[in-house]
């Protein structure tokens, strides 16, 4: 039943050979690994006006000098990035430049900020979405948790069949996004110029009293919050492999066009919303305030809103390649469960996608699927690991000095101070705002990835072959508990009779007039085969039987089996309408095994009676 | 570790000889059967002044004649049980009357009735003396649901660890009670002829307007919510086998006697509501406003309050001896699961007990501890059960002819005829107010205890050795799937040797690298033993092995056995840790065992590995 639902939801299995790597031009490339980067324009200049709507309509205008500022930090990433990509032919995430350069701590820092942040990609970049589609349709606005998580359980189900970064997939509706924007720039400022606008509904509206003080700090918070324009720029980065060769040079120029086209966008949105005098309101996002201002409700409106929605599902879409990829390098590391690099039916890292789509979805559903409230969160993890990428880049370059290292060292250099800075910017400025979350998830997931690094080391010296040999068996005794007497019963005891030849059928006491009969009964049908009884005056089951079963064990090798006859039923609920003794005395063994060290050679055995109905 | 919590809670196991039974004399029987039956005049006549005030503050005018007619009733049924009593010295709850008498429907229908009647005994009494508490100490009021839960747990702890239904602890609060009661009614009518009085705070109050007419409906219903006055007085009739003998002689006289009390302080109460102008409302009960009235907040307020929760805990507390007492019957007739016929440590029925106690919350939290919320669920229930017992007498009576049995079969009949009367009355004038959830659990409860009937008929037949002798055992092959090579695989090995000639190490090619390596340290550190490759295309471990070990079975008597390594973790997040590959394995194979009739064959033994950290 659950293995049908799954195999229509996630398809048939795939066999093994069918696994392959698909190598991109630059122009598909594009397409594939900035969907993530270029998505954030849908939010990042409004996360800057809600700041500084704070301090009153006045304080708008200064998104402008704003937005110079972070198009600017994100030259410098961009051009930081510009040196790894050549450098990391075979991709330069900033878990694996860390650990090469850094160290283990450092890059398991860049391991939990990173896995905190694609989570929180997906949830902000569906959050984000989602209100695209409710700015066009107001009467969805109340369903936009529901929707966003179904939009999630979309997005897991389809990277579960195993949805490969299929470029043709891509290039459509990145570059209709990119095309979608560019117009609603150039004809927004066509018209601002020709002064045949009128005015937004939203300018007309009274002006917004400050609540709060225009203070450097408000304007650094201001700063920060646009920050989240350079999430994702890291994309063409980790993905240097997927280029055709020479993969560095290609990934150089389409990370170069990325960040042009970024920075575009990214300044004509922020220039349109400040000339428009846009001001930021729940239920209606800015992106959608501009493009209904140039072009009313008409057909081109609704497809900017379409295309916005689309690639923040693409954005989605490369956090379930980056998570389950990166969780398969850390468990294969060890440190994180072996179960995360698992391949799946379908060829894809089916417990990393799962993970993430639940984990993701709680955020989504935690914070209403508000953007605003999710964009705290999100840009510390970002910038610490551009930090720690940048300085891993710098100890490489000290170490290689490879030709040109002097130029590459100065840029990475200027990347690693500029996020180092914005990051701690961000800790402070939005710290009481959610930044704390992350801050202090970090160092948990840290202790966690040492946690679980720690057991797989103890667990490796314990199975070592070339420390200690195990044991053989020198005696075997088979011990098989009995509480009545049927066709069950009989079987077990005709197993237990082919283990070995010292067999001991006993039954323990629990109520002696039960016993009586049970005796009785036995001689009947079994008088071949003697039944002890254990006494039990306190009517427990398992004790008595454990002293049983460890008074055999009186030397080193000596095995001792107990064979359990156990009612498999054929309904789910019928398991309630059994003693499961059997279960009882797993735990019961599991739990005592510490008590001695002969625990190891006791070893149970349910000979399952199917019963049919 | 919680077996420490469980021995603090619940106390050291009891030796099965401490299992007694103790006799009581009439005073200490009274004490300990009557306090349901006595503790609902905490709530009948509020019941009966809340339905009628709907009609307006003219309309409690009527709470008098309804009165008596409850009264009336009560001494009806209270004669039809003592001609119960006498004829069943072993007890006669409905249950048992009903199968003995009317037939296995009836008598799950009664069944079904009593354990919902004891589930909402516990709800009703609990948030009743709660409310004693909170009308006493307003502030408590908004955690009246808490307390219920709180006092709830109490009692299931105080019941698991076995507190003997003592007399000694009984009688002091039950005639406590009684002269609390008697007390507050003395004092009341003497004052109330005297004139010496104060009107009530409460009918100071301006008049109550009609929110619906008066209609016969509207007294219907007050009479049967009123009615809930009758709810306990089958306990004596239950609980023959506790008195000392003559014990029908001595239940009688006892159930004489508790009808009177009970009819007294009902009548009382009721009377002094009238006289006082009591209007009932939310926050605070009847009794407390009639006691308020009367004696001010003094002390003795206090008092009265107090013994009305001690009682109604009490009431709450006689349920415990009832439910696990009549689901241990049914367990033994195998209406329900045999697991509530085991008799636990503390020598109770700590199943059934555990079930009541989470019923209960589950009711009190659902309808927020309110009394008056649950009532129209309570009295249905009791009706039946009612009019099946006193129907099964009359058939008793038709058939045994005993000395007197004309006399005893009118009063019976009277008693069938009027409760099945009422118990109709009570399912239409209380339908939409929530006896529908009982008129529609009762069918739902009796299919659930024909389905568990049915399957443990089916189970025995399954088992039963005069039909069909198991066949021995004629061939035994052992396979050990592998998927490394580590002390633990070493050692599964050498047990596996011990089990038979005939085994099979094998491992499945889920990765060919890693398969390759494998078999070149096997060669290394086990020459002797040959290692069989499973190839396996689509990566799946369980679907090859399953080939494989089903290849084996090639005859009747064949047993496989499958010899899986296990890691026992030492801490229970390191499950998470380990790719649980014997438990999918035996999943696999209960699901698959309706694939092949050869299923039965197949056993898996888990050798534990026991890791140390």
Not at 63 to 92: C, D, E, F, N, R
Request: charged letters at 15%; glycine letters at 6%.
């Amino acid at each position: 039943m659950l293995s049908y639902i799954k195999r229509i939801l996630i398809g048939m299995p795939l066999p093994t050979y069918r696994m392959s790597h698909e190598r991109l031009g630059k122009v598909q490339a594009l397409a594939v690994l900035s969907s993530d980067a270029l998505s954030s324009v849908a939010y990042a200049t409004e996360e800057i006006l809600m700041v500084l709507i704070l301090a009153g309509s006045a304080a708008l205008n200064l998104s402008w000098p704003i937005a110079l500022a972070i198009a600017a930090l994100l030259v410098i990433v961009g051009m930081s990035y510009y040196q790894t990509v050549h450098a990391y032919p075979k991709g330069a995430g900033s878990y694996i430049v860390s650990r090469e350069n850094l160290g283990t701590l450092p890059s398991l820092v860049a391991g939990g900020a990173l896995l905190t942040d694609y989570i929180l990609t997906v949830a902000v970049s569906i959050s984000a979405g989602i209100a695209a589609i409710t700015s066009a349709f107001p009467p969805l606005y109340p369903w936009r948790v529901e929707l966003a998580v179904v939009a999630i359980a979309f997005i897991t189900i389809m990277n579960l069949r195993g949805v490969r970064e299929s470029a043709r997939v891509f290039a459509v509706p990145t570059y209709f996004f990119i095309a979608c924007i560019l117009t609603l720039i150039g004809v927004g400022i066509a018209r601002v110029l020709t002064g045949s606008i009128q005015p937004a509904e939203a300018a007309t509206a009274t002006a917004v009293q400050a609540a709060q003080p225009l203070t450097l700090f408000l304007l650094l918070r201001a700063f920060t919050s646009g920050c989240t324009a350079l999430t994702g720029v890291e994309a063409i980065s980790d993905g240097v492999p997927v280029f055709k060769p020479p993969e560095g040079e290609n990934a150089g120029k389409t990370l170069l066009w990325m960040v042009t086209i970024l920075v575009t966008m990214f300044l004509g949105i922020t220039f349109l919303a400040h000339q428009l005098g846009i001001v930021p309101r729940e239920g209606e996002t800015v992106v959608s305030q501009i493009a209904r201002t140039i072009f009313d409700r008409s057909i081109f409106y609704y497809l900017i809103q379409a295309a916005t929605m689309l690639i923040l599902v693409l954005a989605a879409n490369t956090s379930y390649a980056d998570f389950p990829r990166l969780s398969m390098w850390m468990a294969r590391d060890r440190f994180l469960p072996r179960q995360l690099a698992n391949v799946g039916d379908r060829l894809v890292y089916a417990n990393g996608i799962i993970l993430l789509g639940l984990f993701s979805s709680l955020l989504v559903i935690l914070f209403h699927a508000s953007t605003h409230a999710l964009i705290p969160l999100y840009a510390v993890g970002v910038f610490t690991s551009f930090t720690l990428n940048q300085t891993g880049m710098v100890r490489y370059w000290l170490r290689r000095r490879t030709p040109g290292w002097q130029t590459s060292i100065i840029f990475n250099a200027l990347g690693a101070v500029a996020t180092f800075i914005v990051a701690v910017m961000m800790a402070v400025t939005k710290f009481i705002h959610g930044a704390w979350i992350v801050l202090a998830l970090i160092p948990l997931l840290v202790m966690m990835f040492k946690a679980i690094h720690h057991h797989y080391e103890e667990v490796a010296e314990q199975l070592s072959l070339s420390l200690r040999w195990p044991t053989p068996v020198k005696k075997h005794t088979v011990v098989v508990p009995v509480a009545g007497l049927h066709r069950g019963v009989v079987k077990a005891v005709y197993y237990a009779k082919a283990l070995g030849e010292d067999v001991h059928v006993v039954t323990v006491d629990v109520n002696p007039e039960e016993t009586a009969k049970l005796l009785e009964r036995w001689k009947h049908y079994l008088p071949d085969i003697p039944l002890e009884v254990l006494p039990s005056p306190y009517r427990s089951v398992v004790e008595p039987l454990m002293d049983y079963v460890n008074s055999f064990i009186d030397e080193d090798g000596h095995y001792v089996t107990i064979v359990m006859p156990e009612f498999v039923p054929a309904r789910w609920w019928h398991f309630f309408l059994h003693n499961q003794t059997a279960l009882v005395l797993k735990w019961a063994l599991n739990y005592a095994r510490r008590d001695t060290s002969q625990g190891r050679f006791r070893i149970i055995t349910d000979v399952p009676f199917y019963l049919r109905h």
